[in-house]
């Protein structure tokens, strides 16, 4: 999967996604990541990248050129990337359509960031997501650039940029081969509609406190049914809304 982050603070978003698991899926090949300056596509000698909102209002509203033509300048080079690399026409077709762009707005109007949409977007081979700030961006940006809208809750960041490392790193560790164990992505929170029953490590009592004893029985059955009572009891104590 190929990843482009537009944002006016690349650096905002360069050391979280270059630690540990996410550095990894970038050193073996699983994901291909570019963080951009937003202004690199202003034609102004002040790099101006927002402007004062039509209708009056409080703040600054970012100005629709230098995102489209980010936007379509990381779209088009991907695609020419592709056709490059399979100049036999029928493996042409084939790959744009596999390496056709999907645009993500961060933004706290946008859809709510879960799970869901986090494996839905992981299917996707290339995703530019482009990073709000200010008041707002200008809605033709939305209208006619953007095919998803995300918040990541219902707060107000500063800027997108911190958002969007929550949505890349969502959706990294569950590609093929990002996580050691391919299981732990299967038994996560929100897999099952859940979250997860409780664990315990050694040692089996720590300050008088004893592990649950089903889980040193070994047996597995006792231990399956146990952790499922749990995760609806802990959903029902933490997250009544999605039983
Ligand atoms: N930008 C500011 N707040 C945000 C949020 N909650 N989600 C996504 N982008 C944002």
Known sequence: MKIDIVTLFPEICRAPLGESIMKRAQEKGIIELHIHNLRDWTTDK?????????????GMVMKPEPIFAAVEDL???????????????NIQQSKIENRKSKIILMSPAGRRFDQQIARQLSQESHLIIVCGHYEGVDHRVIEHLVDLEVSIGDYVLTNGAIAAV????????????ALGHEQSAVDDSFNRGLLEAPQYTR?????????????????????????????????????????
Request: proline share 9%; hydrophobic share 35%.
């Open 46 to 58: 002040h790099h101006v990248v927002d402007d004062a909102p039509f209708g009056g209002g409080q």
């Open 75 to 89: 779209r088009d080079m991907t695609q020419k990337t592709s056709n490059a690399q399979h100049p036999t026409p």
């Open 166 to 177: 929550v949505v890349v790193d969502a959706i990294v560790r569950l590609l093929p081969g």
């Open 203 to 243: 040692p089996a009592e720590f300050r008088g406190w004893k592990v649950p004893q089903v889980l040193l029985s070994g047996n597995h059955a006792e231990t399956d049914k146990w952790r499922k009572e749990q995760a609806i009891e802990r959903t029902r104590e933490n997250r009544p809304d999605l039983l």
